[in-house]
């Protein structure tokens, strides 16, 4: 008679099942205990930035606490690595931006509320039953806007998430790298048929999208004119000195675009106008805008993709008639909403220029969140994002939570 194998108890049993499905994470049970509290009954505790009016970060902004249950069917328990802090979402939070995350009482607020942000990298904490694209201890994506990232924990339908291969990545590149870069790639792919030698001219060019424009600009033969706002002494020159070391071939400031003789600049630079100027990135409007505009050549192309500055664009009729000039619009939440492949196509391209050292992320201000972290601290730090020249682009980097 052949020998009955000894009984199992059933969370051995439990252990043995995760590690034949799981063979090569070894650490994925010590991940889940140590990164996370999870209740007797496997409820997940988070915490979640909400907001139930629009306003003033400071005013509205409030730190909630509530539980999230074992996730089942397709869906994903995540535990969010890092979310930046883009103007977009502080926009959404006072209420001007075009569209705005739903309220609700999905989290147990007292009131319905929001989440705050769009852009983040989360690591996969655990798995409903049908979910077939990601396992425990992957990195994620947001596939579309709206998803509400600044919080410890989120529960999330699997076709809401996009893998990422983490191998030689940073979660912070991972976690800026779906809105500033991918802005910059379309607006310097989707508008001009740019040939090698020729030159753009763009505002902005200290941000995340100034910055990426830059490199992938040089990386792709082009020539850029990048414009800063006037900073004085030695803060200007580290400035223009950095821009230039990732590619810009003249650095500007807003101040010497407006002069008179700055059209006389660019003819000098361009070979005398031989060298033509097709494509100027916009961000800020106004009167600024249009003293860019008077340098693209004819035919060129002014494209709007922010307006920092809030003063409308008063465009000649010189520029329409004579110099055929367009101006057009984008916005990256649009377009990557529209075409969910080709942005993941995109997002796959910039990451595999970051593995190669071939692109230098945005110089970022950490804000840490912990489980402890008190809410007037993340407030403040929300609040302060409205303020003028900054060292970086905010960032929650999420620790012990």
């Known amino acids: 008679m052949p020998l009955k194998p000894p009984p199992i108890s059933l969370s051995t ?59 089942h069917s397709s869906l994903l328990t995540l535990r969010t690595l890092t979310a930046p802090l883009n103007p977009a979402d502080i926009n959404q939070i006072q209420g001007t931006y075009p569209t705005a995350p739903p309220f609700t009482t999905t989290l147990g607020t007292p009131t319905p509320s929001a989440v705050p942000g769009n852009e983040g990298c989360f690591e996969v904490l655990s798995t409903g039953s049908f979910a077939k694209s990601v396992r425990p201890g992957d990195w994620v994506i947001a596939r579309q806007t709206g998803l509400g990232t600044w919080r410890t924990h989120m529960q999330v339908d699997e076709e809401q998430v996009v893998r ?14 779906s809105v500033n870069p991918v802005t910059a790639w379309r607006l310097l792919k989707d508008f001009v048929a740019l040939r090698e030698g020729e030159w753009f001219v763009h505002n902005g060019a200290n941000s995340g999208v100034g910055r990426a424009a830059i490199q992938l600009g040089k990386r792709w033969g082009l020539k850029s004119i990048a414009v800063v706002r006037g900073r004085g002494g030695k803060v200007g020159e580290k400035l223009k000195r950095e821009l230039e070391d990732l590619g810009a071939e003249k650095v500007v400031t807003d ?31 106004g009167d600024m805008a249009m003293a860019m505009a008077k340098v693209l050549s004819a ?42 492949e080709e942005k993941k196509k995109t997002v796959d391209e910039i990451l595999g220029l ?25 407030v403040d730090a929300v609040q302060g994002t409205l303020e003028g020249f900054r060292k970086g682009k905010g960032i929650f980097v999420f620790g012990d939570t």
């Open 13 to 71: 049993a439990w252990r043995q099942c995760l590690k034949s499905r799981y063979p090569s994470n070894r650490s994925f049970n010590r991940k889940i205990v140590r990164r996370h509290p999870i209740s007797t009954y496997g409820y997940t505790q988070a915490k979640a930035l909400v907001y139930s009016k629009h306003g003033s970060p400071n005013d509205v902004l409030s730190l909630h606490t509530h539980s999230l249950s074992p996730p």
């Open 164 to 177: 990422v291969e983490k191998d030689k990545l940073s979660a912070q590149q991972v976690g800026t790298v």
């Open 255 to 285: 101040v010497e675009v407006a002069d008179k003789g700055f059209k006389d600049r660019v003819k000098e630079w361009t070979n005398g106008g031989r060298e033509e100027v097709k494509l100027a990135l916009n961000c800020v409007g």
């Open 299 to 340: 035919g060129g192309c002014m494209v709007t993709y922010g307006a920092m500055s809030k003063a409308p664009m008063r465009v000649g009729a010189s520029m329409l008639i004579f110099k055929d000039l367009r101006f057009e619009g984008f916005w990256v939440s649009r377009w990557g909403d529209r075409n969910p």
């Open 354 to 378: 970051i593995r190669e050292g071939e692109f230098k992320n945005v110089p970022t201000m950490e804000v840490k969140w912990d489980w402890d972290t008190k809410e007037e601290e993340l």
